[in-house]
Each structure stands twice: as structure tokens, then as C-alpha cells.
């Protein structure tokens, strides 16, 4: 079991900036990836960004330039930044980890982090 702890969301000015955690009870070093997701009200939940056990990482075009995925492997915990915020950011944003056990893949989630963005 791996359980995920997301924070740092909150209501911020467009065009500011915010910075993201998510804290893992596991050593990530047993994690094949760890993501952010996010879902706006009506939508389907998107991939931002995800870091791989071999720290590759991979973003979504919209944010693109705007957002930064990192790991602390001391802290367990994996950081998305996100610049110049827009509108369109609005979302509830949710981290996954993503291991392998005897049983194949498994995705495990966050409760979830609002963040707003205002005009």
C-alpha cells in the first residue's frame, strides 16, 4: 500500500505561481512513477506532468514551459510547480504513484488539492 499526500493548492492571482507536494509512505526508490493529474469541473482528469523512476519526465502541452515536476528522494515527496498561472488551471489536482507488486501494476491516488485561479 502506498498512500499519497497532496498540498499546497489554494487560490492564486493569474499569472502567479504556486508550488505543489505530494508525500509518499513509501520510499519513491519502489515507485516506477509518480504523477499529477488534475480535473476541472465537467471534465475528464489530464495528466500534467509525471517523473519516472529514471527521472524522465513527461508534461502536458498546456502547460508546457510553465510547469516543473521534481522528486526529493529523502523526502519521499514530488514537487509540481506550476508559473504563470492561468484560468484554465482551475482544477482539483490529484498525485498518483504508480508500483509494481506480485500482482502487476498498481496506480495508487491522492486525496486531492484544490487550486483556483482568479482573474
Known amino acids: 500500500q502506498v498512500q499519497l499526500v497532496e498540498s499546497g493548492g489554494g487560490l492564486v492571482q493569474a499569472g502567479g505561481s504556486l508550488r505543489l507536494s505530494c508525500t509518499s509512505s513509501?520510499?519513491?526508490?519502489?515507485?516506477?512513477?509518480m504523477g499529477w493529474y488534475r480535473q476541472a469541473p465537467g471534465k475528464q482528469r489530464e495528466l500534467v506532468a509525471s517523473?519516472?523512476?529514471?527521472?524522465?519526465?513527461n508534461y502536458a502541452d498546456s502547460v508546457k514551459g510553465r510547469g516543473t515536476i521534481s522528486a526529493d528522494n529523502v523526502k519521499n515527496t514530488v514537487y509540481l510547480q506550476l508559473n504563470s498561472l492561468r484560468p484554465e488551471d482551475t482544477a482539483v489536482y490529484y498525485c498518483?504513484?504508480?508500483?509494481?507488486?506480485?500482482?502487476?501494476?498498481?496506480?495508487?491516488w491522492g486525496q486531492g488539492t484544490q487550486v483556483t485561479v482568479s482573474t
Open positions: 498518483k504513484a504508480t508500483q509494481t507488486n506480485y500482482l502487476g501494476l498498481r496506480d495508487y
Open positions: 513509501r520510499s519513491i526508490f519502489t515507485l516506477n512513477a
Open positions: 517523473i519516472s523512476s529514471g527521472s524522465v519526465t
